[in-house]
């Protein structure tokens, strides 16, 4: 048996996580949550505030679709996980994605009580179905495409 060569040094890039400044998180934050709590409190109903609630909910499907997109782009040349962090994740916390699932459910809570539907069961079960495949078509559209593209 030979002996072993010897090992070469290995480089590990330092961790490029960088903390979100408070002064960006702390706005979006008590926006979303203000947003929540008006949905929750309000008992108006109307067209304007239905209105109001699917201006809200398209609004936080665009900062959510803009996370995704964002996430795919960056790891353009690696699979994303369905689950857990991917491989390049150069933010400690996405705003866009933090502050989009939110005012989703904010803005369609308030379109449901607007309404005044009594039974929104129904519609709370589409549109968990709806968010779960904005995250998950996207992504395995693109693990496909690398997947092709690599083979």
């Known amino acids: 048996?030979?002996?072993l060569e010897p090992m070469r040094p290995v480089s590990v890039p330092a961790d490029t996580h960088k903390s979100t400044p408070i002064w960006k998180s702390a706005p979006v934050?008590?926006?979303?949550?203000?947003?929540?709590?008006?949905?929750?409190?309000s008992?108006?109903?109307g067209v304007v505030e239905v209105a109001l609630g699917a201006a809200i909910a398209i609004a936080g499907a665009a900062l959510y679709c803009m996370s995704v997109m964002r996430t795919i782009r960056e790891n353009s040349c690696s699979?994303?996980?369905?689950l857990g962090t991917p491989p390049v994740s150069p933010r400690d916390v996405?705003?866009?994605a933090g502050a989009g699932m939110p005012l989703i459910m904010g803005g369609s809570l308030l379109a449901i009580r607007a309404a005044g539907w009594t039974w929104p069961y129904l519609y709370l079960g589409?549109?968990?179905v709806i968010m779960v495949a904005t995250y998950v078509l996207p992504v395995v559209v693109h693990n496909r495409r690398l997947r092709k593209r690599t083979h």
């Open 29 to 41: 934050t008590l926006g979303t949550v203000g947003v929540f709590a008006y949905a929750l409190m």
């Open 94 to 96: 996405d705003l866009l």
């Open 1 to 3: 048996m030979e002996p």
């Open 43 to 45: 008992a108006r109903t």
């Open 79 to 82: 699979r994303v996980p369905l």
């Open 126 to 128: 589409l549109l968990a």
